[in-house]
């Protein structure tokens, strides 16, 4: 089946908002909402925006619907919601047939990796790792620059915010693929997600201190390794994960590239931290680990 890309965004189009993996306030929301309109756009809320019928989020039916109806929506054109705990609840609840037939940009970040990466997987549409309601709280230039360059311009040029650091040199192509390390772990081996043996993928992850320690990044890095992802990956993209060097991060990211001798790097530019580069999960990129240049060899949108 061929990867469909949505269309870009214009001013003027509608993004609707969502809440699938937790609970989001509304003052949160509201300032999001009022930094996009000032962009230009339109927001919609989802009925069940601020449920928290569960208590940490509404409930899975509650967060299903809204994602449906959003994606059945002519008037959204984008979808946008925060991280959380719970995206994984609402895998068999996803309409992937109608998300393939409706296709819009779908844009989070954290625990929306299960989400981000099962619509890839199943209805083999492009999605789009960085964002969240939460990015335009601060509204950091930087993160408004990205979020125009890959939703509505389309542009392949890579801006970074910081210098790319090397910890394994070399080159790669690949598709785009990734997220949140735990989140992007856990969907290994489920019908919900697989990657076609024949390709090779550029591999981005991150994960932060105050969610998990070095030895569990090792942790889960083994579980990808044991699933066999690193056989098929080209090069490694590490993100933010702290805001003081920690050189077990880097010792665990050195055995993996001289393991599989691929490029590896890390980079502050997307992850919890303060920038949020948005990468388009499907799509093809490059990697010069020894340069600290990476760039897009294709677009996300159409």
């Known amino acids: 089946m061929e990867l469909i ?18 609970m989001i306030q509304k003052e949160e929301a509201e300032k999001s909402r009022s930094v996009l309109e000032g962009l230009g756009y339109r927001v919609k809320y989802a009925k069940n925006l601020f449920s928290s019928e569960w208590g940490f989020a509404g409930s899975d039916l ?20 925060t991280g959380g705990e719970v995206s994984i609840h609402l895998l068999p609840l996803l309409n992937y047939e109608q998300i393939r037939k409706h296709v819009k940009i779908i844009c ?32 950091e ?4 620059d990205s979020f125009m360059q890959r939703l509505q311009a389309g542009t392949l040029e890579y801006v970074s915010a910081t210098p790319w650091r090397k910890i394994h040199g070399g080159t790669a192509q690949g598709e785009l693929i990734g997220g949140y390390l735990g989140n992007y772990a856990l969907i290994q081996n489920t019908k ?13 992850l ?7 320690e070095p030895a569990a990044v090792s942790r889960y890095l083994t ?53 949020n580069a948005i990468f388009p999960i499907g799509t093809r990129a490059e990697l010069n680990a020894d340069t600290g240049i990476f760039r897009f060899l294709e677009s996300g949108i159409v």
């Open 108 to 139: 989070s970040y954290s625990d929306s990796t299960t989400l981000l990466s099962a619509v890839y997987s199943r209805s083999k549409i492009v999605t789009f790792y960085g964002q969240s309601i939460h990015t335009f709280v601060e509204a």
């Open 62 to 81: 509650q967060r299903a619907d809204d994602f449906n109806e959003m994606i059945l929506d002519e008037d959204v054109k984008m979808i946008l919601f």
């Open 206 to 212: 991150e994960d932060h201190e105050k969610f998990i």
């Open 192 to 204: 919900y997600y697989s990657l076609e043996k024949n390709k090779k993928y550029l591999l981005f």
């Open 223 to 275: 579980a990808l390794e044991q699933d066999g992802i690193f056989d098929l990956t080209s090069g490694l993209i590490f993100g933010h994960y702290s805001k003081h060097p920690r050189p077990l991060i880097k010792e665990i990211l050195e055995r993996i590239g001289n393991k599989y001798n691929i490029p590896v790097v890390w980079t502050e530019d997307f992850g919890h931290g303060n920038y």
């Open 5 to 22: 890309k949505p269309q870009k965004l214009h001013k003027g189009d509608t993004i609707g908002f969502i809440a699938p993996c937790y």
């Open 141 to 144: 230039q930087y993160n408004i």
